[in-house]
């Protein structure tokens, strides 16, 4: 009889922007799963600890924290370079750093355009071209990419955040054909509205109001739901899955928008 495949142990894995909210999630869930994580975020003060939590935990794998700003090509190379020195090898790329703003799309200056592509985009560029060289390299791997809802339907207020996770699902599936060859799949997740602290300060919902995961009948998730969906993406279990992009939202809703679930638009 079959049982499904969901191990990871004995990997590695670099995830970025995990110092809170879903990267966090994606680096505990990875970690309670035996492999090893090499995460980052821009303030050592802030990754750091979650790097501790996970190294005093019991039958985890290590951690190690880099601090990385990832629009910034030579940075992400040093965290690639200290994740092999550390570890090994990468076999899994979870690009998960990413930001946004609201503003009517005529109001976005031409460098608060550039700043989320560069963030959202440019970054996934940067540490899928130079991670993935080190699975090409070797024996190949996993690359996960985060895009969100907004980059498959309109996004008003979010014209630049929704372009550049846009462009990400593009990406995604030309790549996915593009290095299938080198022993690497390719896939993507789009969340829905996920609580996390900025959507908290947004929403004032802290974690304690939030909806258990058994309910279903909701427009919120938890972080580690996510989380779920990059283990399982990231496992033999999706050996056959490369170039998709998997939807993760909750209750399906015609029109719906991530601005509409946040209250701001009129």
């Known amino acids: 009889m079959h049982e499904p495949d969901f191990d990871v142990a004995g990997r590695t894995a670099?995830?970025?922007?995990?110092?809170?909210?879903?990267?966090?999630?994606?680096?505990?869930?990875?970690?309670?799963s035996g492999a090893n994580v090499s995460i980052c975020s821009?303030?050592?003060?802030?990754?750091?600890?979650?790097?501790?939590?996970?190294?005093?935990?019991?039958?985890?794998?290590?951690?190690?924290?880099?601090?990385?700003?990832?629009r910034e090509r030579e940075q992400v190379r040093t965290l690639v370079d200290d994740t092999v020195d550390e570890f090994g090898d990468v076999d899994i790329l979870?690009?998960?750093?990413?930001g946004e703003f609201v503003a009517p799309f005529e109001d976005i200056s031409a460098n608060g355009w550039k700043t989320i592509v560069d963030l959202n985009l440019n970054s996934t560029v940067h540490c899928t071209q130079l991670a993935g060289k080190v699975m090409r390299e070797g024996s190949g791997?996993?690359?996960?990419?985060?895009?969100?809802?907004n980059g498959q339907h309109a996004a008003?207020?979010?014209?630049?955040?929704?372009?550049?996770?846009?462009?990400?699902?593009?990406?995604?599936?030309?790549?996915?054909?593009?290095?299938?060859e080198d022993g690497i799949r390719v896939?993507?997740?789009?969340?829905?509205?996920?609580?996390?602290?900025?959507?908290?300060?947004?929403?004032?919902?802290?974690?304690?109001?939030?909806?258990?995961?058994?309910?279903?009948?909701?427009?919120?998730?938890?972080?580690?739901?996510?989380?779920?969906v990059v283990q399982f993406l990231a496992s033999p279990a999706a050996s056959f899955m490369t170039g998709e992009t998997v939807t993760v939202k909750g209750v399906p809703r015609a029109g719906n928008s991530m601005s509409q679930d946040l209250g701001l638009e009129d």
């Open 141 to 149: 791997g996993v690359i996960i990419n985060l895009s969100s809802v």
């Open 14 to 32: 670099i995830v970025t922007g995990a110092s809170q909210g879903i990267g966090q999630a994606i680096a505990e869930t990875l970690a309670a």
């Open 42 to 70: 821009r303030s050592m003060d802030r990754v750091g600890p979650v790097a501790e939590g996970i190294n005093a935990a019991t039958d985890t794998g290590e951690a190690i924290a880099v601090e990385c700003n990832v």
């Open 94 to 98: 979870v690009n998960n750093a990413g």
């Open 187 to 228: 896939n993507c997740i789009a969340p829905g509205l996920i609580q996390t602290p900025g959507v908290a300060d947004t929403l004032g919902i802290d974690s304690e109001a939030m909806p258990p995961r058994e309910e279903p009948d909701r427009r919120i998730g938890h972080a580690a739901e996510i989380a779920d």
């Open 156 to 180: 008003p207020g979010e014209s630049h955040y929704g372009a550049s996770k846009a462009a990400i699902i593009s990406l995604t599936e030309t790549l996915a054909t593009e290095w299938a």
